[in-house]
């Protein structure tokens, strides 16, 4: 796995939910990324899968909340996984 798609989508996610957060947002729900294999933009345009990049993100996102829990005062996250819905 390319360390640039690690930074991409790890920091720009931790950056948006900062950037939220100086808005006055304190309690979050958070949504991991249900799976994109499956899904008819991906079998009409016959793109390779993407469930790899869904199961790397949804993996860190745990650790990107702790981290930004532990940095900024006083938020709440709760989580939603949407992998195992659906």
């Known amino acids: 796995m390319s360390i640039y798609i690690k930074v991409l989508c790890i920091s720009n996610y931790h950056a948006c939910t900062q950037a939220i957060y100086k808005l006055g947002a304190r309690k979050f729900l958070v949504n991991n990324v249900s799976p994109l294999g499956c899904a008819l ?22 650790s990107v909340l702790t981290k930004l829990e532990m940095s900024l005062k006083g938020p709440t996250f709760v989580g939603c996984d949407l992998y195992k819905l659906f």
């Open 41 to 62: 933009i991906n079998i009409h345009t016959r793109k390779p899968n993407t469930s790899f990049l869904v199961v790397f993100f949804n993996g860190l996102l745990p």
